[in-house]
């Protein structure tokens, strides 16, 4: 009995551990995505605040250096993110509100534009 017992509970044990590593898989892709909703929510302040000082400059003329001491924090560069497979991404900022880019299109792997995970979000 005490073998059977035995197997039993190493069985539970690594039942539990797989669900475990699962559930650590998904909030990690959570917070890469809401850690780039964050960086592209501090670039669409910094294109309103950059705006309000030059009313009349359209956002496509916008350069990142323009932008640069709007941010948040006056980090010194422009944020930067990677995809869920680690794939650099683009930072589109000539569009208002700004878009991470893979490959020439948007990228967005949630299944909402308006969710604020990456992107902006409906601020």
Do not use: C
């Not at 509970?9 to 990690?28: E, K, W």
């Not at 640069?68 to 000539?94: C, R």
């Amino acid at each position: 009995m005490s073998l059977v017992e035995v197997t039993m509970v190493i069985g539970i044990m690594l039942t539990l551990a797989s669900i475990i590593t699962y559930s650590i898989g998904s909030m990690t892709d959570w917070r890469k995505g809401r850690s780039a909703s964050e960086q592209l929510k501090s670039v669409y302040i910094a294109q309103k605040s950059y705006m309000a000082d030059h009313p009349t400059t359209s956002p496509s003329s916008i350069g990142s250096s323009d932008l640069i001491p709007y941010l948040p924090g006056n980090p010194g560069s422009m944020p930067e993110a990677q995809s869920l497979n680690d794939e650099d991404l683009d930072l589109k900022f000539t569009v208002m509100p700004p878009v991470f880019e893979l490959g020439g299109t948007t990228y967005d792997p949630s299944d909402s534009a308006e969710d604020g995970l990456w992107d902006v979000g409906g601020l």
